[in-house]
């Protein structure tokens, strides 16, 4: 097992006084994580004070505050390991700050803890934890019915909040919720299981903490690297050797990837990671700390951005997003200014519209509301002054969180997670002058390149409907119609269609750069004309994937559509892709599609998922 696998992390949320301190401390305490000179010194204190038992609560980094004000204040992270599993636990407290504390210590937790008072069941604030539970990602929850002991382990009691939560967290996106019952102050089935409920047949919360399987939560797929740091050593030698520290935000970096920086565009590949201590790395992954040095001379500066040519995040200064209120002495309002917090840039903002507020009891959505008060969430059209480069937070709980802060406060206000673009306009006029990209809508460009009959055109128009339907705006520029018109003096030799990409190119560089889905489908055989294609686009900072349709020629020519197969073996048309003409399959293709990957329909699907992140 990996150390990554190895490592659970944990967020626990719950009323206040439903024991989330004392089981927290149990767990410390009967996995012996904690040190024997803690133990004695709450031992004595809790001997001193005539407690019956030893006060666990007293373990946790919050109970100072906890005495003095009836409250627990910050999260306070914990760490505790079994023979199986290291564990990161967060104890995000229950007053009234929870919002904020829970969305600070919760961001990146692989299982959260649900604590519920067996005597209380289940209350606004569990279902509010749940849902921001679910609104954060996170992709289990354990929901632990406690002190059991207050109600004779009654079982019937127990079921009853199993079947009110069960119904609630249907309606939730979480799909794996497990309960257990248990007593944190007597110990029951925390650690061990007890046998004081043997109508429970589960594990002890412990045990299923140490068997729960994590998947990696984190997204593989997608290299994110937002530049925190320029390093510029001064060198007698006058050779530039800077390097860019951060902290990897997604996917996996590799010395001799090719990588472009956002939002410049420019491109190169990586000469060199190192890791923390100066450690020189062959990769690194999310959410590893590294330097790293590139191979080309490119200016960039903290806040940008750098992902691979063909996988690049959103870059846009118009979105939509979740957003929690923490703030309780002012409320979020549409055409309010704010400073957002993005990754490592910071930049003015303001709040386009708050489409609606959310009841947190029945999830209903309240368009007509106006503002979002304290704990309030909501979801808004965000208008930004410099474009974020970003990925809608259910694909990336990095690059799709940000934090609101106060312009004039600088207090944090709200903490946000972005949905997408913008689909819907607003009416707020953010730029005086001129109409910018940004404000238009991400475009890009899909280029299919396939041998005929490959399938190129059937997913391209799956593609299209796929986009039109969830609100992109795309359009298919398909070879063969091309042409009808634009191309209608174009024949098959190379030069002929070397000119028909290079002009199909420079249309699609504008559909785009107007803020559309472009989808290219033609042969393109010769990978120097593809090339071509893809920096005409690379030039105008416009995202670019080559989606490789890989169908065998046996295959094509076994379903030959159109019958021009058959015609190009009888010598009717010379120079055939396949038959008479050569093609040259991309090398690194951004996508990679071959018959076993399913239906058009499914292919398309996976296409619009890996570029839109939907
Ligand atoms: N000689 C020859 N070679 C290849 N294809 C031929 C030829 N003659 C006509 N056709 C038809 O034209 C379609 C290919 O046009 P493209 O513009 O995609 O070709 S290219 O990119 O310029 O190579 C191609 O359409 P698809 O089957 O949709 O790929 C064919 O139907
Ligand atoms: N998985 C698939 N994806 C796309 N097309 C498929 C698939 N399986 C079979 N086909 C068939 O293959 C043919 C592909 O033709 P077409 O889309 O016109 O190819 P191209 O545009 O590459 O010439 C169509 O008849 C389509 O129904």
């Known amino acids: 097992m990996s150390e990554h696998a190895q490592l659970l992390r944990i967020a626990t949320a719950g009323s206040v006084d439903d024991g989330k301190s004392t089981l927290i401390g149990r767990l410390l305490y009967d996995s012996k994580g904690i040190f024997e000179d803690q133990l004695a010194s709450i031992e004595a204190t809790s001997a001193k004070r005539g407690d019956e038992y030893t006060d666990l ?23 505790f390991s079994s023979p199986r599993r290291k564990f990161i636990i967060a104890d995000t407290p229950g007053h009234v700050q929870y919002t904020r504390n829970m969305v600070t210590g919760a961001s990146t937790a692989d299982v959260a803890i649900i604590l519920v008072d067996a005597r209380k069941g289940v209350l606004e604030q569990t279902r509010r934890h749940a849902f921001l539970s679910a609104l954060l990602g996170i992709p289990r929850l354990v929901v632990a019915v406690n002190k059991m002991d207050l109600v004779d382990y009654d079982e019937a009691t127990y079921e009853a909040i199993r079947s009110e939560f069960t119904d609630f967290a249907a309606k939730l996106e979480v799909h794996d919720v497990t309960f257990v019952p248990l007593s944190a102050l007597k110990g029951d089935n925390v650690v061990d299981r007890t046998d004081s409920m043997p109508w429970y047949t589960g594990p002890a919360l412990l045990d299923h903490l140490e068997n729960v399987h994590i998947a990696s939560d984190r997204n593989l797929t997608d290299v994110r690297f937002p530049v925190q740091y320029v390093i510029r050593p001064q060198r007698a030698d006058g050779l530039d050797h800077r390097s860019f520290a951060g902290t990897v935000a997604g996917g996996i970096m590799k010395v001799d990837d090719e990588v472009v920086v956002m939002p410049s565009g420019r491109q190169s590949t990586i000469k060199a990671i190192w890791g923390p201590g100066g450690a020189e790395l062959d990769e690194a992954a999310a959410p590893a700390a590294v330097t790293i040095a590139l191979n080309d001379e490119i200016d960039i500066v903290r806040g940008e951005m750098i992902a691979r040519p063909g996988n690049r995040p959103h870059q846009g200064t118009e979105l939509e997003a979740m957003v929690c209120w923490f703030a309780d002495d002012s409320a979020l309002t549409p055409n309010k200014r704010y400073v957002v917090k993005h990754t490592t840039r910071d930049t003015k903002a303001i709040v386009t519209g708050l489409e609606y507020r959310l009841d947190i009891n029945s999830l209903h959505r309240d368009p007509d509301s106006t503002e979002l008060g304290l704990n309030e969430i909501g979801r808004i059209g965000l208008r930004t002054q410099t474009p974020l480069m970003y990925d809608p937070y259910r694909r990336n709980r990095d690059t799709g969180a940000f934090i609101l802060v106060d312009e004039l406060t600088g207090n944090t206000v709200g903490a946000g997670m ?55 705006p795309a359009y298919i520029l398909d070879g063969d119609n091309l042409r009808h018109g634009l191309n209608a003096d174009l024949g098959f030799s190379a030069e002929d269609r070397a000119e028909n990409i290079r002009r199909t190119a420079e249309v699609a560089a504008l559909f785009a750069d107007a803020g559309v889905v472009v989808i290219c489908s033609l042969i393109s055989p010769m990978r120097a004309d593809r090339d071509k294609a893809r920096s005409v686009h690379v030039a105008a900072d416009l995202p670019f994937t080559e989606v490789f349709v890989d169908t065998p020629l046996a295959e094509c020519e076994a379903r030959d559509p159109k019958g021009l ?41 996976r296409i619009v998922s890996s570029i839109l992140g939907i």
């Open 565 to 605: 197969y058959a015609k190009a073996r009888a010598g009717e048309i010379p120079e055939f892709t396949g038959v008479s003409a050569p093609y040259e399959p991309p090398l690194t293709p951004d996508l990679h599609i071959r018959p076993e990957d399913g239906t058009a329909e499914e292919v398309a699907q």
């Open 57 to 79: 609560a007293l373990l946790t980094d919050g109970l100072r505050s906890e005495r003095e004000q009836g409250i627990t204040i910050d999260v306070a992270y914990r760490y």
């Open 418 to 472: 972005i949905i997408g673009p913008a689909t819907t306009g607003s009416n707020v006029v953010w730029h005086a002058g001129a109409v910018q990209r940004g404000d238009r809508g991400q475009g890009r460009t899909l280029w299919l390149t396939g041998l005929s009959g490959s399938g190129k055109s059937t997913v391209a128009s799956e593609v299209e409907r796929l986009l039109i339907e969830s609100g992109h």
